[in-house]
């Protein structure tokens, strides 16, 4: 075994010891850690900068382009977020231990599911260092243990966290080995993270497509992914189309980088000379690029075609595809196909196809009259969370504290045998 | 490609595309599919039997043996008892289409959860024909469309079934391609259908370890699935010792084969020579063979020494392996580390060990006072189970009908725009 993997098995070994400890900390010992963890985050805000400097110097010097720099930066104000972020998620409910549904059965036992952690957590993500305090902060919570791989650029940033993290710990007298930073750089840490169930029950890749597509592929544990963000709004020809043109507009241009961001807008024939030019003006003047399937051109001039590809494209700038379609039949098929299972919403006033629309379309997230952009984990009251599911087992969509967790079952008896 | 795998994507596309009609079928037409199927079965009692005339012939030439010969045959028991299943899952409530938890936001939209089918289900079992219709229902009435491989040696009696499956599923106005069967005996189509995510959703191996280790290491699926049933019982110093005496005979003796089963006895130290000497002469005349620890030993005459693989062994024989523990810490360290996370239970009048049984010991089903023979779908309510999963992500424990659904979110606006 080459050093690497040792390293990672020892981290894997101390990990599963701690998510004992983590599993019964009391929820007080868990918030008095996160909120520890702040109280020694302050204090320490010149050395974190400048750890976080050095980063961004090395980050310069090999030529990571402005986006990743971004990521990278730790200004104040994202200092100041991850200080909020540690004490709003110790304000939110401790979902372990709760007992659901404990009912007697014909046979006198009592049954039901108590709310357990996953055990060791490990979350693969990329150069963003606030991140790290994110992701260890729900973990935690959660009451798992965590074995957090930030990008090997932002190593000394996470580094300076991670001794936070460990006051946070001690204070409340946790095992500092419940959240463990993997501190080297080498990638050869991700394969053997990735390939060690003994220790790891759950991987969480967070970043971008290729990364993802790699882990999954690779790993030996269950990962919880969010791949493609593919949405859709579909404009019915029953829509109101004032609120069609609103959420329209807001889906596409709230913001363009987010999974949640409106991609392939699809439009029913009936409503689509009413609708489509006001939108188009509307795109126009936010500098959205559109390109349309063959109606949609002959209704707009001077706008693009879509290539077949565009169907299956999530731009992640202000770029959007706008096919028209027969009727509903067209768009739930077009987004059961093209789409990536993300969150797709209906514009409509028709209560039956509404409840169509909500059955048939196969995504995490299904909306009616409603942006795309609300497709997370705050606006839906998670409270926070460490990703979106596109995967169709255990968690779909936003995945906050509980996605972190699984259920057991409690059974209580009197000395009950089975006959 | 060759052939076979031609044969299984060919499978999967037509299990995606029948999976659109599953998920929307109504409540009636699911439950008319599982009734019409038993109406198919009755008149054809004498062709299914002579198909399974025809593969328990081919199995005896081949040489299985009679476990298998057993679980390969179908007999008027077993017969009947594919009957009363369909009817059984045709009667269990429908739980696609719950929504849970549908609550305002304080942005005005209105979020919950939906139950949904997860879609394709491949399951891959035992030359045990009754197995076809078990999974199948299940299957069906969850709202999944299925790919079903039972063992080779059944295949006569799996396709005298299958065309009962069909004749349900037209008779529904469901799509013939609901519920498929494997057709080809190679083992080839096994690997093909564990490697398909596009149409495939998730995989539930049925059967001995080995399968399902070879299963979960191949497949490119998420996996639901039961390695070992080592389970144990703990008896406490503060135990009702007669109820522990009860307790312990009953959960390895009302039936040794199966996965909750007694496998490992824990006693605490103070009360060994109290209950051990009475519980070995209960064994002792029901034939149980009881292989001890050194203190076990010294406390009763003649018993074989237990070496250390028998800690983490699955008898599945009348054989009990017997540790004398200093405490309740000592035996959820021993359940936690030699278990197979499955069933185990504390038999305790404390209120405290209780408490702290219940929390640390990280198995599927914790107990108190209760024999582990009681943890199956049917005894818990679920009302069938496909299988008891010691994973920890999705479903753990019995899985019945909800742990073949997931849940997606559902939006409610009314022209709703994020700020």
New interface residues.
């Given amino acids: 075994m080459d050093e690497i993997t040792q390293t990672m098995q020892l981290m894997g070994q101390r990990a599963r010891q701690a998510s004992?400890e983590t599993?019964?900390a009391t929820t007080d010992q868990k918030n008095k850690a996160l909120l520890a963890t702040a109280d020694a985050l302050i204090p320490r805000r010149p050395q974190i900068l400048a750890a976080n400097q050095k980063d961004l110097e090395a980050g310069q010097a090999k030529g990571l382009d402005a986006a990743m720099l971004d990521r990278l930066e730790l200004n104040e104000a994202r200092f100041q977020s991850m200080l909020e972020g540690l004490q709003q998620v110790a304000s939110l409910p401790d979902p372990i231990?709760e007992i659901n549904g404990l009912?007697y059965?014909p046979?006198g036992?009592q049954?039901g599911q108590?709310r357990?952690p996953?055990?060791v957590i490990g979350i693969i993500y990329e150069s963003r260092p606030n991140v790290t305090i994110e992701a260890a902060s729900l973990c935690l919570k959660s009451g798992n243990a965590a074995i957090l791989r930030g990008g090997s650029e932002s190593i000394h940033s996470n580094q300076a966290i991670a001794a936070c993290l460990k006051i946070g710990l001690q204070e409340a007298g946790i095992s500092e080995n419940a959240i463990q930073v993997v501190e080297t750089t080498d990638r050869a840490a991700v394969g053997a993270l990735i390939t060690m169930p003994e220790y790891v029950?759950?991987i969480v890749p967070r970043g971008g497509k290729g990364l993802i597509e790699r882990i999954s592929?690779e790993a030996?544990i269950?990962v919880?992914k969010h791949l493609d963000g593919i949405c859709h709004v579909y404009i019915d020809d029953k829509a109101?189309l004032?609120?069609a043109f609103?959420?329209t507009?807001?889906?596409k241009t709230?913001r363009y980088g987010t999974c949640n961001t409106l991609e392939t807008l699809l439009v029913a024939e009936g409503v689509a000379a009413q609708i489509l030019p006001r939108l188009a003006q509307a795109f126009d003047e936010k500098q959205v690029e559109l390109r349309g399937c063959e109606k949609t051109c002959a209704l707009l001039d001077g706008i693009k075609s879509a290539t077949s590809e565009d169907w299956d494209t999530e731009y992640l700038a202000p770029i959007l595809a706008i096919k028209i379609v027969a009727d509903l039949d067209e768009a739930i098929i077009h987004i059961?196909t093209h789409g990536s299972a993300h969150t797709d919403?209906i514009i409509t006033e028709d209560y039956s196809r509404s409840r169509r629309f909500?059955?048939?379309v196969?995504?995490?997230?299904?909306?009616?009259?409603?942006?795309t952009?609300?497709?997370d984990g705050f606006?839906?009251?998670l409270g926070a969370e460490i990703g979106i599911s596109t995967?169709?087992?255990?968690a779909?969509?936003?995945v906050g504290l509980e996605g972190l967790t699984?259920?057991?079952?409690?059974?209580?008896?009197?000395?009950?045998?089975?006959q």
């Fill in positions: 004992r599993a019964r231990g009912r059965r046979s036992i049954v108590m357990v996953l055990g029950d759950v592929g030996r269950p919880i109101d004032d609120k609103k959420v507009l807001n889906a709230q059961n919403s909500i059955t048939e196969d995504s995490s997230s299904v909306m009616v009259n409603t942006s952009r609300f497709a606006e839906y009251g995967d169709k087992i255990h779909r969509g936003p699984s259920q057991k079952y409690v059974v209580l008896g009197d000395g009950h045998i089975r």
